[in-house]
């Protein structure tokens, strides 16, 4: 069973950056992919990105393309999303993912997921 807790969530103005963590309470594989979900309110919870350091492939939504980043660092069994030029639309409860299957360019069927970190844009 793989715990994941999310962090750096908070407020900021738009423009701004902020960077979430997700710490893996165990190792997880290189053949699995892990992945950042958000949730605004009234809306469905959507995937923006994915990581599968196995393939050396990432995937992004393309409403945050260009402004977020995913990395992943194994040595601390951490996840990483670093958002910039945020916007108040980017406004959400952020929730990491791990342990998918990557196929058709993204990450699918994750089996743990944490619960979640508010992210809060003001315009």
């Known amino acids: 069973q793989v715990r994941l807790v999310e962090s750096g969530g908070g407020s900021v103005q738009a423009g701004g950056s902020l960077t979430l963590s997700c710490a893996a309470s165990e190792y997880t594989y290189s053949s699995n992919c892990m992945g950042w979900f958000r949730q605004a309110p009234g809306k469905e919870r959507e995937p923006i990105a994915a990581i599968w350091t196995g393939g050396r492939s990432t995937y992004y939504t393309d409403s945050v393309k260009g402004r977020f980043t995913i990395s992943q660092d194994n040595a601390q069994n951490t996840l990483y999303l670093r958002m910039n030029s945020l916007k108040p639309e980017d406004t959400a409860v952020y929730y990491c993912?791990?342990?998918?299957?990557?196929?058709?360019?993204?990450?699918?069927?994750?089996?743990?997921w944490g619960q979640g970190t508010q992210v809060t844009v003001s315009s």
């Open positions: 993912a791990a342990e998918g299957v990557w196929y058709g360019g993204r990450c699918n069927e994750l089996a743990y």
